[in-house]
């Protein structure tokens, strides 16, 4: 990681109170990738629940990841809101706004989210996380990358880089 | 709307054992064995025989847990069905061949070859037609290509670096030494070797709008099906030495598509305009099937083609990765299928 830092000012916004989702899904598991007890049963569709996600708690997964050069959440920095986040049918898209138009850091942002929402949705949910269309020089380059089936894989195998991301999900950065 | 389509796919066998998910899936051309390879970093090869009534069993043979420090992410039989080849995300080619024991029975698999020199991870491996010659790639742009020698040595014919961005497959013509390969990049390049100099980019197909993942020949050689990000299959006509053009868009598909695969289909009818049928599978879970032949009346160099079976949730919620018709003979019908849920999957195509 370079010792540049893209935006030296970011303005920091207030949270919002908890949203008052009664459901709680779990968050940081153990494994990397695989959710154990549903691997063993890969045919086996038991969500204990069928009800329909909404925003609210996918906001809730990946508010309080930090950003990669501050000691703030995305949601403080405005990077994420639960407006920006569009779910349909067994998918889910998230949109983010990087702090300035040509943060380098967008592409580990949205792999943190994406490794957050993996490790804490059923597996039906197909994942889209992309930056909010104008907000970046780069932005289909940073789309293409972050949706990259493989290229996610490959990152999530090199260790230097999953220890960013898990800063970024821990708050240790 | 499936009950409307001419064939179905019917479930021949659901092989598990892989602990991750499962890139990709090989036949070997000469003998009765399947292999799949997964980010579990392990080969998992296995055997397929009739019994008594007809009915076709698989089984597991061996379980290789190759060495790889990373995902295996795509496997290749030598033509001759005796070598295997492995290409990891750990850059590295592995080359394996089954020892025989003391009495000549085939024993363990054994790694007779690690083909180093890609910078990071290879995504795609293919031996040619005639098994001399064997073409990797790689996320540092490169499509090498490696020349077969006794012993199990490989020298390295060539390092092509004509993508600009991430090679994602590469597959060699059905019957002649040119190589096709598929890229981040979008497009889609043809190489052939030129016998006073070096291998060199001789065609660059463009017209996808996204990524490149996959690559099938027609058996005939006429044509070039590619599978693309864009979730669409396309078909390319040859029709010159090294000219391709564009005949066909095949849509449908809701998610990206990671694989296509032609095989010869239901060709025990002579027919002599069939050009066999495309299998196409991705991000949405269905396995479709397109049958296709040539265009006599038309002027047009367009092929007729028409949906023919229609698979969902062919691995339940996962998307499906890689789907391969078998290519021998006899089991023609077979087509195979590996996914996100680790499993391996085999399909029958039949008349509804």
């Known amino acids: 990681m370079s010792g540049e830092i893209f935006n030296p000012n970011p303005t920091v916004f207030r949270s919002s109170a908890k949203s008052h989702s009664s459901r709680s899904l779990s968050t940081a598991?153990?494994?990397?990738?695989?959710?154990?007890?549903?691997?063993?049963?890969?045919?086996?569709?038991?969500?204990?629940?069928?009800?329909a996600i909404d925003q609210d708690e996918i906001f809730d997964l990946i508010r309080n990841i930090y950003d990669p050069e501050h000691p703030n959440t995305l949601e403080e920095l405005h990077v994420v809101s639960a407006p920006q986040i569009d779910i349909g049918e067994n998918r889910v898209k998230v949109e983010f706004t990087p702090t300035v138009p040509h943060c380098g850091m967008s592409t580990l942002i949205g792999?943190?989210?994406?490794?957050?929402?993996?490790?804490?949705?059923?597996?039906?949910?197909?994942?889209?996380?992309v930056v909010k269309p104008g907000s970046h020089q780069s932005e289909n380059a940073v789309n293409k990358q972050l949706n990259d089936k493989e290229r996610v894989a490959a990152a999530l195998e090199n260790p230097a880089l999953v220890k960013t991301v898990e800063d970024c999900l821990t708050g240790r950065v | 709307m499936d009950e409307d389509l001419p064939y179905t796919l019917s479930n021949v066998a659901q092989l598990g054992g892989h602990e991750d998910r499962a890139w990709h899936i090989a036949w070997n051309p000469a003998k009765s064995l399947l292999a799949s390879c997964s980010a579990d970093k392990s080969v998992k090869l296995f055997t397929y025989s009739h019994d008594g009534e007809g009915t076709l069993n698989f089984a597991l043979a061996a379980s290789i847990p190759t060495g790889h420090l990373k995902t295996v992410r795509s496997v290749a039989w030598s033509p001759s069905g005796r070598t295997l080849a492995t290409a990891s995300f750990d850059s590295n080619i592995g080359i394996w061949e089954q020892e025989l024991?003391?009495?000549?029975?085939?024993?363990?698999?054994?790694?007779?070859?690690?083909?180093?020199?890609?910078?990071?991870?290879?995504?795609?491996?293919?031996?040619?037609?005639?098994?001399?010659?064997?073409a990797s790639c790689s996320r540092d742009k490169t499509v090498w290509i490696w020349e077969v020698q006794p012993d199990s040595d490989f020298e390295c014919m060539?390092?092509?670096?004509?993508?600009?961005?991430d090679v994602k497959c590469v597959a060699w013509h059905p019957t002649e030494e040119i190589l096709a390969s598929g890229s981040y990049d979008d497009t889609i390049k043809l190489y052939v070797d030129d016998p006073q100099d070096d291998w060199f980019c001789c065609a660059t197909l463009t017209g996808h709008q996204s990524t490149v993942w996959s690559l099938s020949w027609s058996p005939n050689g006429k044509y070039l099906a590619s599978a693309s990000d864009d979730k669409?299959?396309?078909?390319?006509?040859?029709?010159?030495?090294?000219?391709?053009?564009?005949?066909?868009?095949?849509?449908?598909?809701?998610?990206?598509?990671?694989?296509?695969?032609?095989?010869?289909?239901?060709?025990?009818?002579?027919?002599?305009?069939?050009?066999?049928?495309?299998?196409?599978?991705?991000?949405?879970?269905?396995?479709?099937v397109w049958d296709l032949s040539e265009n006599s009346s038309s002027t047009a160099d367009v092929?007729?083609?028409?949906?023919?079976?229609?698979?969902?949730?062919?691995?339940?919620?996962?998307?499906?990765?890689?789907?391969?018709?078998?290519?021998?003979?006899?089991?023609?019908?077979?087509?195979?299928?590996?996914?996100?849920?680790?499993?391996?999957?085999?399909?029958?195509?039949?008349?509804?």
């Open chain 1, 29 to 51: 598991k153990k494994s990397l990738w695989i959710n154990e007890p549903e691997w063993s049963q890969p045919d086996q569709e038991t969500d204990e629940e069928e009800e």
């Open chain 2, 158 to 165: 060539g390092v092509l670096m004509e993508h600009t961005q």
């Open chain 2, 232 to 288: 669409t299959v396309r078909v390319w006509r040859r029709n010159g030495e090294y000219e391709f053009k564009c005949v066909l868009v095949l849509e449908g598909q809701e998610r990206s598509v990671y694989s296509v695969s032609w095989g010869v289909g239901k060709s025990s009818q002579e027919n002599d305009s069939s050009l066999g049928c495309i299998a196409s599978a991705g991000g949405d879970g269905v396995v479709r």
């Open chain 2, 101 to 134: 024991d003391d009495d000549g029975n085939p024993g363990e698999w054994e790694c007779a070859s690690l083909l180093e020199g890609h910078e990071t991870e290879c995504k795609s491996v293919a031996y040619s037609s005639t098994g001399t010659l064997l």
């Open chain 1, 111 to 129: 792999l943190s989210i994406r490794v957050r929402l993996i490790r804490s949705l059923p597996t039906r949910f197909k994942l889209d996380i």
């Open chain 2, 303 to 352: 092929p007729l083609v028409r949906l023919i079976a229609r698979l969902p949730a062919a691995h339940g919620v996962f998307d499906i990765n890689s789907v391969v018709w078998c290519p021998r003979k006899g089991y023609e019908d077979l087509l195979a299928t590996s996914g996100d849920d680790g499993m391996v999957k085999v399909w029958r195509i039949q008349r509804t």
